[in-house]
Structure formats: C-alpha cells, structure tokens
T-cell receptor, first 111, second 114 residues
C-alpha cells in the first residue's frame, strides 16, 4: 500500500462547485502539505500543517481551505471552483528535516 | 525568504554521457537542500539531500549532487546517463532553522537519447 494516498486520482467538475481532495498517510509524520503543479511553474505550496492543531498558509492559499482531521489525514477544499484552479494537486508528508514523501496526485479539471 | 532557481527548462544528453542539472538557491542561514524526480503520472520521489557534512552527496539510482556554499549551488550529476533517467527533476531548499516548508524550483526536464 502507498504511504501517502490521495483520493480521487482524477476529477472533472464545473465552475462554482465545492470540491474536496483527501489525503491520508501511514508514514506517521506530523507534517503534511498540499501543493499544486502547473506546467513551467513547478510546485507551489497551498497550505501546510506541522501538527494536528497547526495550519499555515502557503504562497497560493486564496480560494482554498484545509482541514487536518487527524495526524494521518489532511484534506484540501475548493469552496467555489474556478477554471484557473485546474491543475495537478499533490499531498506530501515530511520528517523534521523536511524530506518529503508525495502521493501520486489528483488531476483536477474545472470546466 | 527562500528561493530556488533551475535555469534550464530542459537538458538533453546522450546515453552513456555524464549529465548535470543545475540548481542555485537563496536562503537565510544554512540550507537544507533536496533533489526529487518525477516520472509521468506519479508524485515526486526523493533522490538525495544535503543537511551538513561532506559537500558531495550520493543518492538513489547513481545520482550525486555537490553543495557549493560560495556559489550557492547544488547541481545534480550522474557519470553515465541512462534512457530511463528521462524525467522531470526538482531542486528544493529550506533554511535549517524555523518552521518552514520546502521551496521548490520550477523543474528541469531531462531527456536522455539512446
């Protein structure tokens, strides 16, 4: 089984819909992250959490929210999706140094 | 603030030749530096990291990277490229103090031709 599992793997939805992407991990790490990947832009950090009670905005948090339900679970929500949020989304965990372990991503298309 | 620059969008190399993928960084204080690789339809996979100590770091799949503090660089190298090395490579940095996430570069696509 994968250490970091993202669901769904693919999603197509319409503008204005609320969407939740889920992430669960079996690494036992306290630190979890959400990134989006766009061609030519690399990975940009949306939100990160260093423990269950800690949530921090990343460089592109507008239009997104997160929930850290437990050490192993970290979900990302788009409250009202818009087409420029079409991207590949990754969840990751890390140890204290920062070595990150990634899920296989969610490909999200907003029409 | 911390940042990473990968100046080449793509690097082309013939199989069997040495390869270098460039990375420079900016960070306040001492850096923790990382290289990751991404294959199609997959998440990023860890290759190697520099925390402290020897400037030459060896990682997975025969890759290595050299930390150069004066040039603020952390170039990824491999003595002999394989076609299977073709992928997208990301450099990342964070400061060694504070509660910070990694900052990633924009990525370099490596194409190894047979």
């Amino acid at each position: 089984d994968a250490d970091v599992t993202q669901t769904p793997r693919n999603r197509i939805t319409k503008t204005g819909k609320r969407i939740m992407l889920e992430c669960s991990q079996t690494k036992g790490h306290d630190r979890m992250y959400w990134y989006r990947q766009d061609p030519g832009l690399g990975l940009r950090l949306i939100y990160y959490s260093f423990d269950v009670k800690d949530i921090n905005k990343g460089e592109i948090s507008d239009g997104y929210s997160v929930s850290r339900q437990a050490q192993a679970k970290f979900s990302l929500s788009l409250e009202s999706a818009i087409p420029n949020q079409t991207a590949l989304y990754f969840c990751a965990t890390s140890d204290l140094v920062g070595s990150q372990h990634f899920g296989d991503g969610t490909r999200l298309s907003i029409l | 603030a911390q940042s990473v620059a990968q100046p080449e969008d793509q690097v082309n190399v013939a199989e069997g030749n040495p390869l270098t993928v460039k990375c420079t960084y900016s960070v306040s204080g001492n850096p923790y530096l990382f290289w990751y690789v991404q294959y199609p339809n997959r998440g990023l996979q860890f290759l190697l990291k520099y925390i402290t100590g020897d400037n030459l770091v060896k990682g997975s799949y025969g890759f290595e990277a050299e930390f150069n503090k004066s040039q603020t660089s952390f170039h990824l190298k491999k003595p002999s490229a394989l076609v299977s090395d073709s992928a997208l490579y990301f450099c990342a940095v964070r400061a060694d103090t504070g509660r910070r996430a990694l900052t990633f570069g924009s990525g370099t696509r490596l194409q190894v031709q047979p």
